[in-house]
């Protein structure tokens, strides 16, 4: 359901958002903490990426060689074993030190720190994300660029976690949280909340504000008990871009 006008503002009053800070003892290990959890190299983590692989294999199951995509959040390139090989990939990913070492760099194109980076006039077929959106601190500028970097006929493409839903909590509880308490008696929850500053709902309600198709799909039992959404959203709103890019001085 699209937000009315006045939840919208509400919402877009929250952007451009600041995370909160972490602890001292959290950030001394958050590199080799994100590091490995991305990895998998944790028995938690392993377990994540085996749940996650249903995000990658909803995004991907449009994808053909013929199509041109761009990535947001790339990261690390683990959606590249589930995409056809060949064709132009493009990817965002500020932190080049997760996918330059990568084998799978051969297949990229062309690699952006930011999404503004990506030449004007450009356009893909698909634009695409696996567990990037929930990061983003001006979630509506990015959305908003783009939605200008669509092909006619293109889809806007995004898997993320539940954020803000009850089994999406209890499930990182009694895993990797669990598993970083035993580890380093430490509390995953402030870490989850200086990386995850956009809920889901935030996400949903402004992909319907800027798109005129969008579709969801869950993994799991509708919004609380699932663990993941995926989201298609075609017929970008160009107006609404351009206001929300004005609007953010982008």
């Given at each position: 359901m699209k937000a009315t006008t006045?939840?919208?503002e509400v919402r877009l009053a929250r952007f451009p958002k600041t995370r909160p800070p972490l602890p001292r003892e959290?950030?001394?290990?958050?590199?080799?903490?994100?590091?490995?959890n991305?990895?998998?190299?944790?028995?938690?983590?392993?377990?994540?990426?085996?749940?996650?692989a249903w995000m990658h294999?909803?995004?991907?199951?449009?994808?053909?060689?013929?199509?041109?995509?761009?990535?947001?959040?790339?990261?690390?390139?683990?959606?590249?074993?589930?995409?056809?090989?060949?064709?132009?990939?493009?990817?965002?990913?500020?932190?080049?030190?997760?996918?330059?070492d990568s084998p799978r760099l051969a297949r990229v194109r062309a690699v952006y720190a930011d999404v503004a980076e990506v030449p004007v006039g450009a356009q893909y077929?698909?634009?695409?994300?696996?567990?990037?959106?929930?990061?983003?601190?001006?979630?509506?500028?990015?959305?908003?660029?783009?939605?200008?970097?669509?092909?006619?006929?293109?889809?806007?493409?995004?898997?993320?976690?539940?954020?803000g839903g009850l089994l999406w909590k209890l499930g990182w509880s009694l895993?990797?949280?669990?598993?970083f308490r035993l580890r380093h008696g430490?509390?995953?929850g402030l870490l989850m909340a200086h990386e995850h500053v956009n809920d889901a709902?935030?996400?949903?309600?402004?992909?319907?504000?800027?798109?005129?198709?969008?579709?969801?799909r869950s993994f799991g039992v509708g919004r609380q008990l699932s663990l993941y959404r995926f989201i298609e959203a075609r017929g970008p709103r160009l107006e609404v871009a351009e206001a929300w890019l004005t609007r953010f001085g982008a």
């Open positions: 006045s939840e919208l959290i950030q001394e290990i958050y590199a080799r903490q994100y590091a490995e991305r990895a998998g190299e944790t028995t938690a983590a392993s377990l994540a990426q085996r749940l996650e294999r909803q995004v991907a199951a449009d994808a053909s060689p013929a199509k041109a995509t761009l990535e947001l959040g790339a990261g690390n390139l683990n959606q590249l074993p589930f995409e056809p090989e060949g064709g132009a990939y493009d990817i965002v990913e500020p932190f080049a030190e997760l996918y330059q077929d698909r634009i695409t994300s696996v567990a990037c959106l929930e990061h983003i601190c001006d979630l509506p500028v990015a959305l908003a660029r783009s939605a200008r970097l669509l092909a006619p006929g293109g889809a806007f493409r995004a898997a993320i976690p539940s954020e895993t990797t949280g669990l598993e430490l509390d995953y709902a935030e996400i949903e309600a402004l992909t319907r504000a800027l798109f005129e198709d969008v579709r969801v």
